[in-house]
């Protein structure tokens, strides 16, 4: 089982759509999280981060179920400029610095 | 305010020839990181610093040796390129209270 797992799509939906990804993972002891988006053939950058609290940056709301081990992502009113891949990280484990990333979610918003 | 920047952006090599990638950020963060991206394996981690001084591996280190020259660089060295290195290399630093990762723009290299 892969540390951090995410469903590759493509998730193809009409501008103005509401769309949520999920991403589970599996130590319990992980502590920090992430989402980023990465366009074609270029670097990953950072979203926003996850926490437990839940939090919002605009149209885009990320949730942490510790409970159950997953994260969500969820962009509402979206944009053909959201078209990318959306990367969960999970990591941080007994204060280090090492970060998991999924293999990423592929969106792709149609006019 | 670059960021995070590293050269070069393209490269190519033959079997058993050696090559570094260099990364630099003026960021002034403590910890800096190079990751390998392939296509359906997603970003795995080969070596980390996490401050000047220290150095750790990774998910994926062997072929790799790694020098944190100093808080701004960190540099990342194939001895013996070999095929199974053809990759997009990105190296990325972190910091602040959250300790974001942020990336540099890659190395795409092909190894022949």
């Known amino acids: 089982r892969k540390e951090v797992e995410q469903d590759p799509g493509p998730f193809n939906v009409p501008e103005g759509a509401t769309v949520a990804f999920n991403c589970t993972y599996s130590?319990?002891?992980?502590?920090?999280f992430f989402w980023y988006r990465q366009d074609c053939r270029k670097e990953p950058k950072l979203l926003m981060s996850v926490y437990s609290s839940g939090n919002e940056d605009g149209r885009f709301t990320a949730q942490l179920n510790r409970a159950s081990q997953y994260i969500s992502l969820l962009i509402r009113d979206s944009k053909l400029s959201d078209s990318a891949t959306y990367l969960c990280?999970?990591?941080?484990?007994?204060?280090?610095?090492?970060?998991?990333f999924g293999t990423g979610t592929r969106l792709k918003v149609l006019a | 305010n670059a960021g995070v920047t590293q050269t070069p952006k393209f490269q190519v090599l033959k079997t058993g020839q050696s090559m570094t990638l260099q990364c630099a950020q003026d960021m002034n963060h403590n910890s800096m990181y190079w990751y390998r991206q392939d296509p359906g394996m997603g970003l795995r981690l080969i070596y980390y610093?996490?401050?000047?001084?220290?150095?750790d591996k990774g998910e994926v280190p062997n072929g790799y040796n790694v020098s944190r020259l100093n808080k701004r660089e960190f540099s990342l060295r194939l001895e013996s390129a070999a095929p199974s290195q053809t990759s997009v290399y990105f190296c990325?630093?972190?910091?602040?209270?959250?300790?974001?990762?942020?990336f540099g723009p890659g190395t795409r290299l092909t190894v022949l």
């Open positions: 610093s996490a401050s000047e001084g220290t150095t």
């Open positions: 990280v999970a990591g941080g484990l007994g204060g280090t610095y090492k970060y998991i």
């Open positions: 990325a630093s972190s910091g602040g209270q959250n300790n974001e990762q942020f």
């Open positions: 130590n319990s002891a992980s502590q920090s």
